[in-house]
């Protein structure tokens, strides 16, 4: 399926897909870092990737950052660090965050692929487009829960939407179904497998630092993102990345999850 190689971009109750192709704007994937603080230098030794860089003056994509006009997505393939933090300062400087209190990182400086991980990927083109999301319609809400919530459907549809939620939380059989505001609020998770990610702000200077579940989803990213590059290596064909934002200071904070 060609919408394996889809990224998706959310905002402003809007989803777009990033994939290879042409585009008026100069939106693309791969190639070297492109701006300060990105280096091996500045980065306590970690080499991190440039995933795609968008040029956000390009409408159809749903993200604005204030004085930001290019907005590169960074990720550690390291195993040293399993989230990244970032904030644009401009578009020729952003400083980076590794948080210090994940346990399950390794010691050493280790790939997904042992031997060939490339320093940085191939550059390529990239196009964006619209895809289909009306958040008043039911299986669109639902599907797209995680993310934009489903406050936008009518109160009948919102019924229908817990009735379908707690349904198939049962069908799990793992837990009870939800019966409170919060734990239907957690229950809406799709699209991520994992559930919904609630990690904080990495910015210390950020009144979101150490407070969960303020971060907003930006983009989810396949294993492969543009034909034949598996970010994640041979085996890692089932690993998502998810990126988000902080409404408050606009820090980026990219984590991965098998689907
Ligand atoms: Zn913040």
Redesign the pocket.
Known sequence: MAQDFNTFLFGDLRIATASSGRSDYAHTFGGPHDRKGTSREDCNGILIHLLHRFDLTDPAIPIRIPGVRWLPLYYCFDFRANDLGYRLISDDQLVTYFPDDDPNVSKEESWPDDEGYPLEFPKSSIKIAAYSYNPTKLNDAYQWAGIFGIGNLSKRDQLAAKKRVAKWIDSLGFEAPPETDEEFDEAFSSPFAQGKPDSP?L?PD?S??KKKGQLTTIALMPAEPVKGIRTFGRMGAGVQLIVRM?P??Y?IRVSNQCD
Do not use: A
Request: proline share 0%.
């Open positions: 702000c910015n950020c979101n630092w902080c408050r200071c820090t």
